[in-house]
């Protein structure tokens, strides 16, 4: 064939910086395309053959090779394929498969995101001039007497197009990279990007350097495979003092090895696969040599097919990062990390693959169209999620108890993110109380609602009546709350301690909520259970923590109460300062600080709406310190008004309180620190 020459079928030279600058959103990306390409040949010549149309030749072995330059500055990319006739390199290469290429153009000149390209044949190809000034191709198609065919474009809309050279069948793709891309050509960086994108590919890749000095391997003759390029036979007699015959063994050209795993671990039957083998795929894939918690093999076929395993790592602590990585590929094409349309958003933080041949992809085969099949893929996932989890809680509570604590930031995320999700997990959710037992809501109510029976059962008449006198006077929201279970929480064991033992030494109970998901966990649940309220340990002083004022010791107790209230105020120089006085059954507590759970919560609202520099007392957040009655110290201030060592005791006591309640600032640790010397020095005289 003599030299053709033509321009490229597009009505304008536009489509080259489309390409370059925003179809591909990633330049490394070409490899993708590329090899991908090479596989597309290699499927469709082995299709060939299962239906008789072409014989493959014997011991044909699919494979890419590619090779890097850096002296030449090339990168080539080799398949075995069917190759391609001078008429279909015209058809697929020169002829871009738009269908309109002017009204392409127009509609996506102004355009700065890929969200809306629609996927077409043909342009892979052309990602190669992101990173080449100059292209080649070089064809021999599987039809018989058909003849190579050589194509070279410089990138711009014209190309030449001859009689090749190429003796076997399939195709080889050359790019003479530009100066932005040299990196390329080297070895190291070409092999980064073939394990990125290609390392589940259906075809063994195989990566080599041009003129490099071959590696050798010595091997027993025994395992010496056709293929084996033969350097040298060896002889090697037994060692003086053994006995035996020769072994002989064979020097050979050092075996290449794949890239790509051509059969993945997520394309198997799960009942195939072994704990071992899940566990060294999830080491490989994500260099994560935690042992993963668990994982969940996912397998369909209908009504779309779509294959993966989602593993649910271990995380050390909630300072860990919980953004996990879940590869997207397509047919064993790696083709994106975390997409948020087929991936729920609350399983991101789980690491893991998933496999959709049928996911519509656009043309660069990065981003996804918008198509309720997507949503329908996402359902699907977090459906199979929940099955494994509630399947856990039935079946093996034990270890689900046990991966409880990782699990669960996934879990409430999931059920705050996803309706449907929540629905699911509902009763396999769990709640870890202050001896570190399990519950679920459903147990936690139980206790509740049982305690509050016994302690009815113990009031007398008389109370029961006083109360009764209470409830006329009580407005209609109050009943409602007081018809609420209430269920206390932790979200600090070590700060909240002093309300825990407390808490423990009257057989009260509470959980424990420590993770920053919490908060929005709590009100979640206050709205999907209007039965139940949850208060947490420091928000007031529970009732079976107080005792009784009797009848005729009211008066003298409230006398008692408001002189302690202006004391306290006076000596820590605030007049609004909100003090509450208690009987409290444990006597070595002089006294505790209390903050509303309403009260809390706006005051966290306000903080995460940058508002936290506000006063708090703006919208009713203020502190009640509350003072026991029972403790020496308290009696003390009561007796000796005028003491001397009240003002520093009623200080200390408020500190003390703040301190069981939340870390003081700076100048108010300063400011105890210096106390607590003048205290101990007070001791000393």
Known sequence: MAVKKGNLSIDSENIFPIIKKWVYSDHDIFVREMVSNG???????????MMGEYELPEGYRPKIEVIVNPEEKTMKFIDNGLGMTADEVEEYITQIAFSGATQFLEKYKDKTTEDDMIGHFGLGFYSAFMVADEVHIDSLSYKEDAVPVHWASQGGTEYEMQDGSKTTVGTEITLFLNEDSLAFANEYRAREVLEKYCSFMPVEIFLSKADAEKEYETIDESELLDTDEIVEHITEEPK???????????????????????HPLWGKNPSECTKEEYIDFYRKVFMDYKEPLFWIHLNMDYPFNLKGILYFPKINTEYDSIEGTIKLYNNQVFIADNIKEVIPEFLMVLKGVIDCPDLPLNVSRSALQNDGFVNKVADYISKKVADKLTGMFKTDRE???????????????????????GEKMKDSMLYKNLDHKYLTLEDIIKENASGQEEKEGEADAAQ?????????????????????????????????????????????DAIILSHNIDAAFVTYLEQKHTDVQFLRIDADVHDS?????????????????????????????????????????????????????HSRRMSEMMKMYGMGGMDPSMYGGQVTLVLNANHPLVQFVTEHKRSKNVPIICRQLYDLAMLAHKPLNPEEMTAFVQRSNEIMMLLTK
Request: a negative charge; aromatic letters at 8%; proline letters at 2%.
């Open 39 to 49: 596989c597309d040949a290699i499927t469709k010549l082995k299709k060939l053959d």
């Open 240 to 262: 003086e003092g053994e006995e035996g015959e020769p072994k002989k063994k064979v020097k050979i050209v050092k075996r290449p090895v794949s890239i790509s795993d051509i």
């Open 464 to 508: 029961a009546a006083d109360a009764g006198e209470a409830a006329d006077a009580q407005s209609e929201e109050e009943k409602k709350e007081e018809e609420k279970t209430s269920i206390y929480y932790v979200t600090d064991e070590v700060q909240q301690s002093q309300y825990i033992n407390m808490f423990k030494a009257q057989g009260q």
């Open 545 to 597: 923590l107080k005792d009784e004022v009797d009848e005729s010791e009211k008066e003298s107790f409230q006398k008692t109460a408001d002189s302690l209230v202006e004391i306290f105020r006076k000596e820590l120089d605030n007049d609004k300062l909100d003090v509450k006085v208690e009987k409290l059954k444990d006597d070595k507590v002089a006294s505790m600080a209390v903050l509303s759970e």
């Open 399 to 421: 270890n689900y108890e046990k991966y409880w604590d990782d699990i669960s930031p996934f879990i409430k995320f999931g059920c705050l993110k996803d309706e449907k999700f």
